[in-house]
């Protein structure tokens, strides 16, 4: 949908470039976005053979498990209310937007204006895989 497409640029356009550049090498090889049922969450994956697989895709320099990567505070033109993402990876690997609303209703919108944005990976980089 068009507002997915723009929170995720927004998303990456928000990390700071030793994030940004890997992020997006990673969705570049991605090949499965699945929308969780709620429409509240998309999960991105690189499926190969059937399964996932990162063999020839750079990690992270984070911890491993799950690691939130920023928060963003955001509103849709013509919208009331403000709405929230979050960006998250997993054992080094970005994998999901969650956001506060579905955003099914609003699939057709670009207008997005940034509130606020916090940047939540700082306490877990691992400086062994810098």
């Given at each position: 949908m068009p507002i997915e497409e723009e929170l995720l640029g927004i998303a990456v356009k928000e990390l700071l470039p030793m994030l940004r550049s890997t992020v997006?090498?990673?969705l570049d090889s991605y090949n499965l976005v699945q929308r969780e049922v709620d429409g509240r969450a998309l999960n991105f994956y690189c499926i190969k053979d059937g399964r996932v697989k990162h063999d020839d895709i750079p990690p992270?320099?984070?911890?491993?498990?799950e690691v939130?990567?920023?928060s963003v505070t955001f509103d849709i033109t013509g919208q009331a209310e403000n709405m929230h993402m979050t960006a998250c990876a997993v054992n080094g690997y970005f994998f999901c937007l969650a956001f506060s609303n579905d955003l099914r209703p609003y699939k057709d919108y670009r207008q997005i204006m940034?509130?606020?944005v916090h940047q939540s990976w700082r306490s877990n980089i691992d400086s062994t895989k810098k």
């Open positions: 997006e090498t990673q992270l320099p984070l911890k491993s498990g939130k990567l920023l940034v509130k606020e």
